[in-house]
């Protein structure tokens, strides 16, 4: 007859995460004052964009443009951009 075999199921706990803060803690107090506005952005001429326009400046009208001047195509003599 065969012996009993005994069988132990050893299940390791979790790691655990210490976490530490430093400096004050409490509440957040009130925003502060806004900043000044920033510029208007960036103005594109953009009327006569045609497909794969690559955005330029123009320095002669003082605009960034988005035309038929300067394509993906124009810029890589017809290869892939």
């Known amino acids: ?3 009993n075999i ?10 655990s995460i210490a976490l530490a ?5 409490g509440a957040v107090g009130p925003p ?7 510029s208007s952005g960036l ?5 006569a ?6 955005v330029y ?3 002669n009208t003082a605009t960034f443009k988005a035309d038929s001047t300067w394509t993906t195509d124009t810029l890589t003599d017809g290869a892939n951009f």
């Open 1 to 3: 007859m065969a012996g």
């Open 6 to 15: 005994e069988v132990v199921i050893v299940t390791p706990s979790a790691p």
């Open 21 to 25: 803060s430093e400096g004050p803690q």
């Open 32 to 38: 502060g004052a806004p900043g000044p506005a920033g």
């Open 43 to 47: 103005v594109v001429n953009d009327v």
């Open 49 to 54: 964009k045609v497909n794969k326009s690559v």
């Open 57 to 59: 400046y123009d320095a």
